[in-house]
């Protein structure tokens, strides 16, 4: 069975302050992790997918990173409006559906 | 371009109920995925539809029933409804199905309240 588990749970960081969020994965045969964020009330927002370790990609003041365990969303000089629920998602071989964690909640204070 | 739609926005039935949610997919897509996102908890997959068929299913009992018509659009159906039930109804859509995992784009949701 595919499993994700993110961390931390919540993190509160002061505007400007960069920092990481983990995602932990176990999966029989990786076919894409995914990351997504989601504002409160609302769908997820698709943010990237990586497909193989060592890949990496940028979006804005948002990197993320793969390894064969774990995936990272680094945050670099965050603003206010980076406030949200960050998902991590993975596909596994012969599944159709998202496994997800259930996400880190991130605020960012001016 | 639109993106993935849903209907309605929120909706409160009482226990024993039958309700109906609908998924309008991504211009272009063909793969409509549906999940149940409980309140601080991550989207939990109950199936997909390509092609008008149920290709796969997460641990959701039989009262969970879905629909594709032709024109990729989809309805998930929910039956005897119980009070754990109550959940953020999300629909994906994506292209194709297939061992080429494509990204998944999410609608809005529909806030279901069971009473």
């Known amino acids: 069975e595919d499993q994700v588990t993110q961390s931390p749970e919540a993190l509160r960081l002061q505007e400007g302050e960069s920092s990481s969020l983990n995602c932990s994965y176990t999966v029989s045969g990786l076919r894409g992790l995914f990351w997504y964020r989601q504002d409160p009330g609302k769908g997820p927002e698709f943010l990237f997918t990586?497909?193989?370790a060592g890949e990496e990609k940028e979006k804005e003041r948002l990197k993320a990173t793969l390894t064969k365990k774990e995936s990272f969303l680094h945050i670099t000089a965050p603003k206010p409006e980076d406030s949200a629920t960050y998902l991590c998602?993975?596909?596994?071989?012969?599944?159709?559906?998202?496994?997800f964690g259930k996400g880190t909640h991130l605020i960012i204070q001016p | 371009d639109a993106g993935v739609t849903q209907s309605p926005t929120h909706l409160i039935k009482t226990r024993g109920q039958q309700v109906t949610l609908r998924c309008s997919p991504k211009?272009?897509?063909?793969?409509v995925s549906w999940y149940q996102q409980a309140l601080g908890q991550g989207p939990q997959f109950i199936f997909q539809y390509y092609e008008e068929e149920e290709r796969q299913r997460g641990n959701f009992p039989d009262r969970f029933s879905g629909h594709q018509f032709p024109n990729y659009s989809s309805e998930l159906n929910v039956n005897a409804l119980l009070l754990g039930d109550s959940a953020l109804y999300l629909c994906?859509?994506?292209?194709?199905?297939?061992?080429?995992?494509?990204?998944?784009?999410f609608g809005p949701g529909t806030r279901l309240t069971v009473l």
């Open positions: 998602a993975v596909a596994g071989g012969g599944a159709d559906g998202l496994t």
């Open positions: 990586l497909y193989s």
């Open positions: 211009s272009g897509h063909d793969t």
């Open positions: 994906a859509s994506s292209l194709g199905a297939g061992t080429a995992y494509n990204e998944q784009f």
